[in-house]
């Protein structure tokens, strides 16, 4: 039977003992397949909404992307709220603007009332890393206070970076007091124990084989099926065949994670002063953060084959050693990777296929929006589908090159974009 992949997370997680998997016929109102942030925010919200809900997860909880992502709390979407102006007009863009910062408040929620001990710390610094994405940024903050309003975020410039970040890689960027970062295997499994106690039916190592769409909804496993009045699809990059379909339409990219021994206090405050999450605003970008026993955890580089590097920490140390060459040959000592799902145009990819909703493809923006994806699926489960509707109506295209093309046409795009950070 499948255990967590090893890595920092999985070496800190609370305990957490592996639940049964599921055996023979079961009904419920409600079958949710994945047992990541979305399957189990969904879950949740479904039973506090009085259905019943029965979960099956491949693996273990938190598995997959919510249990290895670099934890970072980022407000809003893929999407800067003047990418969304651009594209979608003032009148639209405004509620996406809305439910991308709203996923904020959802995730502090649960933590808040389930009292899920998952480091939240807060804090979130958007680094620019040439001149021109400064003034982009600038550009952003006068548009989210014009918009709605927001007045949690603030410019700084490139002689204030010091109070945040103890770099000289960066040409200012913008700190989000709302933002933050967290444990999220942690949080993930505080999400699970929540849906348990709302009567949530919870199996692991009971990979879906087949999802039939019709009415009831009918989902089958190697040794049981659960029919249902809905299904939730909350896979993301690990939906592998189960719908072919979101093939079209999402790639898996593989991130890489490593964390450094633990720092003295005065090091890890020296570093970090600001204690925030970190990301760049480059294409293929780094992000890092500090974690509750300081260390420094770092994601950086990016692979588009499902291969790994032969040495994850010699993979990642060259982009640590960039970006604070006074960490040149700190000792690493976890090193892990973890695929998200990415589509063509970063935006996610939310919808429903007769009775089945499925929420996908957050483009390394997930750890927020997805607690709010599975609060939307229930809302519109409930008769309430605006929001819900909003993100199913966002455009999504496919990927060019058809099942032959697609992937090697993406990894030249991606190599691209990896260029123009360049120059």
């Known amino acids: 039977m499948a255990s ?4 920092y997370y999985a070496a800190t997680a609370a305990p957490f003992a592996r639940r049964a998997p599921l055996t023979g016929a079961i009904t419920a109102d409600v079958v949710v397949v994945g047992g990541g942030f979305t399957g189990l925010s969904a879950a949740l919200s479904a039973a ?82 040439k001149p021109a994405h400064l003034d982009e940024m600038r550009r952003e903050q006068e548009l989210l206070q014009r918009l709605v309003a927001y007045d949690a975020a603030q410019v700084v410039e490139r002689d204030e970076v010091g109070a945040y970040v103890a770099t000289a890689a960066y040409h200012g960027g913008s700190y989000d007091r709302r933002g933050g970062h967290l444990h999220p295997l942690n949080y993930a499994l505080g999400l699970a124990q929540a849906a348990e106690a709302a009567g949530v039916r919870i199996f692991e190592d009971s990979p879906a084989l087949a999802v039939d769409h019709g009415s009831p909804v009918t989902v089958s496993t190697p040794d049981g099926s659960i029919s249902a009045k809905y299904a939730i699809l909350a896979c993301d990059s690990e939906i592998g065949g189960l719908e072919p379909r979101f093939r079209q339409v999402m790639m898996p990219v593989i991130n890489y994670n490593v964390t450094t021994t633990p720092l003295t206090d005065a090091e890890a405050s020296a570093l970090i002063p600001s204690n925030a999450s970190i990301a760049e605003s480059r294409f293929v970008l780094n992000y890092y953060r500090l974690t509750a026993d300081n260390r420094l955890l770092f994601g950086g580089g990016e692979k588009y084959s499902p291969r790994p590097p032969r ?59 997805t607690t709010l994806a599975g609060e939307l699926i229930a809302e519109a ?25 697609r992937h090697p046409l993406y990894v030249l795009g991606m190599l691209w974009y990896a260029l123009k950070d360049r120059l």
């Open 48 to 129: 506090e909404a009085g259905f019943s809900v029965a979960l099956v997860e491949a693996r273990r909880i938190g598995w997959g992307a919510s249990g290895r992502n670099g934890g970072q709390m980022i407000p809003g979407m893929r999407w800067a709220a003047t990418d969304l102006v651009e594209h979608f007009g003032e009148e639209r863009a405004k509620p996406l603007v809305e439910i991308g910062l709203a996923a904020t408040d959802a995730v502090r929620g649960r933590i808040a009332r389930h009292g899920i001990d998952c480091d939240l710390r807060d804090g979130h610094f958007h680094a620019a890393w």
């Open 4 to 7: 967590h992949a090893p890595s």
């Open 311 to 369: 040495d994850i920490k010699a993979f990642v140390r060259p982009h640590i050693e960039r970006i604070f060459p006074q960490l040149t040959r700190v000792e690493l000592d976890h090193a892990w990777g973890g695929t998200i799902g990415v589509t063509f145009n970063r935006l996610p990819h939310f919808g429903r296929i007769g009775n089945s909703f499925y929420a996908q493809g957050y483009s390394g923006h997930g750890v927020l929006l």
């Open 381 to 405: 489960m409930r008769g309430t589908a605006e929001r819900f509707d909003l993100m199913a109506n966002l455009p999504m295209r496919k990927f060019p090159g058809g099942p032959l093309l």
